[in-house]
């Protein structure tokens, strides 16, 4: 899939509307076949991007090539883009076969093929009973799986999905993230998919691109994002994160000594690999930072170790598989650790005030320039 | 807030007022000119409540039937006119930028501030013979002719040998477009509150699925917005109906519309019951309109979104 040519080509794509750029020279390749994320807060530009791919808003600068194709000039009626809107918009004067049937009907496509074409694209969502209801008669779930038959019924090159799983209540919104996937792969069609759900993009997409105000942070695979956040922000935006401000102190290579606030001298071998090119110098302020479930929970003494460190717990969060203990150390600093509720009687009976240790393996430690 | 059933007395204290007014100054000359509808005119000032239906009978010979049917014509025309015009306004104003949009409601509005009877004369300076619509023109035919002369096409007269102004006053188009002139903020207000409430992923996502602009207009805004024109054609078609001092001074011999029938019965001919007939065939046929936009509604219902 690495070496399939890239299905959207965005190059240094900025949109301002007065002042504010909503989107800041971003620049994005998106691979065939691939289910892409572009995850961000609200206000991030992850939504005019996707406009922007759509063709419902111009870029004030730069270039979006889809398939090769420069769509500068090109009205989103007739790009090879197909779209799933947040609010579905499915419409409510249309029967669903209707619904799935305008897009095919408008571009002149033969009376058989449409029938034909419109009851796969109801099979493929489950929907084949529903074709003749109002779409008043259908539920929330059911309106959006309209709103995917009426894009795929298209047979688009890219399918764009804008927060199609906000309206949905929870339990609904984790199946349909199956069901997501499994439509990807099933038509084999590029999906492109803003959300401002960690969760969400973590468990669907291929690859994650994190916006914030207007820029790209970073884009890679989930796994790698989660691991290897490039700055404070996405590693704070992605999962929880224990953040401490420190300092270089000695490099060799990917090998760092970095001096931590209140938690004293720290040697870290170079198991970032990325850490080799990160332009970071002796003497630089840097974040270091560690997630929670990486550290561990000792109610005894340990031997002095690369890092242990002794705390009170300040609180207890339970959630069920997890529970969450927030520790404040004799620097005064709250660090967090996740434990496993991974038998029933593995209640860790954690109380609050209770002196522990924590401690965690040097290479789960991040070094963050910025 | 209370509801009326726990405290009827408020309910009714508050509702005193607006009920005397209407009924003082609505149902009760409604009546009265109801029962009128079945008098028989004795003198000058007398009238005779008889109960006979030979006003409703004359009503319906033919001549005032054409007249019925003319004036009905006349102000559908005029309804259709302002619903096409109606709409790219409506569009307008409902895409324009949020801060423009009282400036541009307003600048609807603002003919009403002036009376409707001194916006009809002004029309007749706009379309007499030597007019502003005329005067425009001609500068266009000096312009055009100026150009032909440059080019040395001066003597042959291409665009005739000198303006003929348009006969634009007078006449049904006068009285045409004096209606829809007059009632044309009605037509808008109603379109654009409905446009204006339209979620626009509608319009995008048929844009989306390859539709053009025009499709998507009329295979999703316009049904979508039929309850906002529905409105319009109603409180256009309804008032146009009975218009009767536009055909009046804008209109030639041959643009008499019912109002103007019935005006002249109830002051230069005197014969209230006959006129009173006549208003109430008007009536019943306004009735007919309304039924009709209940029972369209009736049919659309749950299309509301």
């Known amino acids: 899939m690495t070496d399939s040519p890239p299905i959207i080509s965005v190059q240094g794509v900025s949109k301002r509307f007065g002042n504010v750029a909503a989107v800041d020279t971003v620049s994005l390749e998106i691979r065939q076949n691939e289910f892409f994320a572009l995850l961000g807060p609200s206000g991030c530009g992850k939504t005019t991007l996707l406009r922007m791919l759509a063709g419902f808003e111009t870029p004030s600068e730069g270039e979006i090539l889809i398939d090769g194709q420069d769509m500068t000039d090109v009205p989103p009626n007739r790009r090879p883009v197909n779209m799933v809107f947040q609010s579905y918009a499915v419409f409510p004067h249309m029967s669903v076969f209707d619904n799935v049937a305008y897009g095919l009907r408008v571009t002149k496509t033969p009376p058989g093929d449409i029938a034909q074409r419109v009851q796969e694209a109801l099979h493929m969502v489950q929907l084949s009973e529903q074709a003749e209801r109002r779409p008043d008669q259908l539920s929330g779930g059911q309106r959006q799986r309209v709103a995917l038959a009426r894009a795929l019924v298209k047979r688009p090159k890219v399918l764009l999905l804008d927060e199609p799983l ?57 796994a790698e994002l989660y691991e290897f956040p490039n700055s404070r922000f996405v590693a704070d935006f992605i999962g ?68 242990v460190l002794r705390g009170q717990v300040r609180e207890v969060a339970y959630y069920g598989d997890t529970s969450h203990v927030f520790l404040r150390l004799d620097s005064g600093q709250v660090i967090s650790a996740n434990l496993r509720n991974d038998s029933r009687t593995s209640d860790p009976s954690v109380k609050i005030g209770e002196d522990l240790w924590c401690s965690w393996e040097p290479q789960d430690t991040l070094i963050l320039d910025r | ?89 409506a569009f307008a104003i409902a895409f324009a930028p949020d801060r423009w949009k009282p400036f541009l409601l307003l600048a609807l509005m603002v003919p009403f501030w002036i009376n409707i009877l001194i916006r009809t004369y002004a029309l007749i300076a706009v379309f007499r013979t030597r007019g502003y619509v005329n005067f425009t023109l001609e500068w266009f035919w000096d312009q055009a002719n100026g150009l032909l002369t440059l080019l040395g096409l001066g003597g042959y007269q291409l665009i005739g040998a000198r303006y003929e102004p348009l006969e634009l006053l007078y006449n049904n188009f006068a009285v045409n477009m004096g209606i829809v002139y007059a009632f044309f903020p009605f037509m808008v207000l109603p379109l654009y509150a409905n446009i204006e409430k339209l979620d626009r992923s509608y319009m995008e996502a048929s844009l989306d699925l390859g539709a053009g602009h025009w499709r998507t207009f009329f295979s999703v805004v316009f049904p979508l917005t039929w309850h906002g024109a529905l409105s319009g054609i ?72």
């Open chain 1, 166 to 222: 906000s309206a949905l209540d929870a339990k609904l919104r984790e199946a349909m993230q199956l069901e997501l996937v499994r439509l990807q792969t099933t038509v084999g069609i590029t999906f492109v998919i803003v959300t401002h759900d960690q969760h969400e993009a973590l468990s669907m997409a291929n690859r994650i691109a994190v916006m914030e105000s207007g820029r790209v942070q970073q884009v890679a695979r989930p």
């Open chain 2, 1 to 89: 807030m209370d509801s009326w059933r726990k405290n009827p007395l408020v309910f009714w204290v508050l509702n005193l007022s607006p009920s005397a007014w209407l009924i003082l100054f609505f149902i009760v000359p409604l009546t009265l000119v109801w029962v009128l509808s079945f008098g028989e005119k004795r003198g000058l000032l007398e009238v005779a409540i008889t109960g006979t239906f030979d006003n409703y009978a004359r009503a319906l010979q033919p001549l005032y039937l054409e007249i019925f049917w003319k004036s009905i014509w006349m102000a559908g025309l005029a309804t259709i006119a302002c619903l096409i015009a109606g709409y790219p306004v």
């Open chain 1, 240 to 307: 929880k994160m224990n953040l401490f401000q420190g300092r270089v102190v000695e490099r060799q290579g990917a090998e760092m000594t970095v001096d931590i606030e209140g938690l004293g001298r720290l040697v870290l071998p170079g198991q970032d690999k990325s850490a080799e090119t990160r332009p970071v110098s002796e003497g630089q302020e840097v974040g270091v930072a560690v997630r929670p479930e990486k550290v561990k929970i000792h109610r005894d003494a340990m031997p002095a170790g690369p890092i």
């Open chain 2, 234 to 305: 109603i409180i256009v078609f309804i008032p146009a109906l009975g218009a009767f001092f536009i055909p009046d001074l804008l209109g030639g011999t041959d643009s008499q519309l019912i109002g103007n029938v019935i005006e002249r019965q109830f002051k230069s001919a005197n014969d209230w019951p006959f006129g009173a007939a006549l208003s109430f065939l008007l009536m019943y046929i306004t009735f007919g309109a309304l039924a009709l936009r209940a029972l369209v509604a009736g049919r659309n219902r749950g299309l509301d979104v």
